[in-house]
């Protein structure tokens, strides 16, 4: 059988290396007991292999796709079934049918994927031949169907993840003097937690400054990520033309039908440097984990305002502060606070790992993330790191990471 | 998780305890509201036996609150630990939930 590329076939390839296998493992636990065959297996077939994602009875892994079954189940859109396999001859020479485990009995119903093709079989063998009844082949498709179903939202949660990490600022704010970098890793696949940067003319017509955000929407997943898309997009927006205690209070306005409507609430942290001075101005909405750090030590950034989107009113005005030129500015989000016991005097036994000079503000950030996930981490994990650089070949640098 | 109530007549105690996050956070919120639309809109949450809050456990706690003041109640936390109390401190909830020591002292003017 020639298998001509399709989208379906990729779309199986980019399914089979994103799944996570024990969202499918029910369906063919499902499908073994309901039908009592030894093998139930959920097969996606690529290109040049059939990926087994999920399966009982035999082996998760790969094999060529001429020795699939599955890859006739893909072609109709209605249960396949095949009382003896070793009496058809499209299959009766397949090694699976030859050799071990020697299937006789087989029956798959194709899983569309979102390209509207189909992109797999969840399907039933056994080592004896046998039919199913009307009844049994319908349960198959109701099955399968369902198996789609997942197999939807799934895509759609890791779209949404794709789209969040997208709004993350990936290249070198246009400002000279500066280095950072960022990196978010949700807990799922989208989350509440954010980092921004860009460039403002400042209002009082003092030059470009570099402005930097660290949110927090409280939750997880998708709804915590809408309600951080808007809170990023409105203090954009409103950042333009003020400053940053200005921008943050004009937000808080903007957004607090959306916020309150859902019971959210946001922490900020926003500054705003100026990179030749180290002047920073800054605002922090109930987030508290800003710090300026060196060899020397480190002060917080910090003050009493509320979150956004609390019951109560709240006026937001900015603080300043100077970063030196051997200073960092580091923000990090709860996820990261939570792992060293909500305690700043675990946070300070850590600083050594990261003030050291040699290390790049990219470096930083992936230290302090992976740090965070390898101590089981349970929440969206963000850090930021901003340091001042007289270098002309500053690099800048920011990235998200999807949940493993 | 679960979590205790008591109906003292002039105000409701519940006690949740272990993890206050994401999972055991809307049950909670849940039931603050069915007491609140009953009537009861006096709440002390007496968090003694929660070992960690998340910003779930806040909003939830939060959401609690502005529910109880609708009806012209409170909600009123008390008897929180090291990682609730720092919690609250840095995320400035303090000024809007004052965590007092016992449920005996949340209680005053009631």
Not at chain 1, 344 to 371: K, N
């Amino acid at each position: 059988m020639v298998m001509p590329p399709s989208t379906g076939r990729q779309e199986a390839e980019a399914v089979a290396h994103t799944a996570s296998a024990e969202r499918y493992d029910r369906f063919v636990r499902l499908a073994q007991a309901i039908f009592g065959a030894p093998i139930a297996a959920l097969n996606l077939v690529g290109n040049d292999q059939q990926f087994t994602v999920a399966s009982i009875g035999f082996p998760k892994g790969e094999m060529p796709v001429e020795d699939s079954v599955c890859r006739a189940t893909v072609q109709q859109d209605e249960v396949l079934e095949v009382r003896d396999l070793r009496e058809d001859e499209r299959f009766a020479t397949l090694p699976s049918v030859t050799g071990s485990p020697r299937v006789r009995f087989y029956a798959g119903t194709p899983v569309r994927g979102q390209s509207g093709q189909n992109i797999g079989s969840l399907c039933i063998l056994d080592l004896v031949p046998r039919t199913l009844g009307r009844q049994q082949r319908e349960m198959l498709a109701d099955l399968g169907a369902l198996l789609e179903r997942e197999l939807a939202v799934q895509e759609e949660m890791d779209l949404a993840g794709q789209v969040q990490q997208l709004m993350l600022p990936t290249s070198a704010p246009d400002i000279d003097g500066v280095e950072i970098a960022g990196r978010v890793q949700p807990a799922r696949e989208a989350g509440g937690d954010y980092y921004d940067w860009f460039v403002v003319n400042d209002p009082d017509g003092a030059g470009k400054q570099l402005q930097v955000v660290l949110g927090d929407v409280m939750g997880k997943g998708l709804a915590a990520s809408l309600i951080a898309s808007e809170v990023r997009a409105v203090l954009r927006g409103h950042s333009r033309y003020t400053d940053v205690g200005d921008a943050v209070a004009r937000a808080s306005t903007t957004t607090r039908h959306d916020l309150e409507a859902n019971n959210r609430f946001s922490t900020l942290w926003v500054g705003r440097l100026d990179p030749l001075t180290g002047a920073l101005d800054y605002v922090d909405a109930g987030h508290g984990l800003a710090i300026i750090a060196s060899q020397r030590g480190y002060r917080r950034l910090c003050q009493d305002y509320l979150p956004l989107g609390m019951p109560i009113e709240d006026s937001w005005a900015m603080a300043s502060d100077v970063l030196g030129e051997d200073e960092l500015l580091v923000v990090v989000s709860d996820g990261v606070f939570d792992v060293l016991d909500d305690s700043f005097d675990e946070a300070e036994a850590r600083l050594p790992a990261i003030v050291d000079p040699g290390l790049s503000c990219r470096q930083i950030v992936d230290r302090i993330v992976e740090f965070a996930v390898s101590h089981e981490a349970t929440d969206d994990v963000t850090a930021l790191v901003v340091r001042r650089t007289t270098r002309s070949d500053a690099a800048s640098s920011g990235s998200a990471s999807a949940t493993a | 998780m679960d979590f205790e109530e008591v109906d003292k007549g002039t105000h409701v105690v519940l006690a949740p305890e272990g993890k206050f996050n994401l999972v055991a956070a809307p049950p909670l919120k849940a039931r603050i509201d069915d007491l609140v639309a009953a009537g009861k809109a006096r709440l002390v949450v007496d968090l003694h036996a929660v070992d960690f809050i998340d910003s779930s456990g806040l909003g939830a706690l939060i959401g609690g609150l502005k529910s109880a003041r609708q009806q012209g109640g409170d909600l009123r936390i008390a008897a929180a630990g090291t990682q609730v109390r720092a919690v609250l401190k840095l995320t400035n909830l303090d000024r809007i939930l004052t965590p007092y020591d016992t449920v005996e002292e949340a209680l005053h003017g009631w």
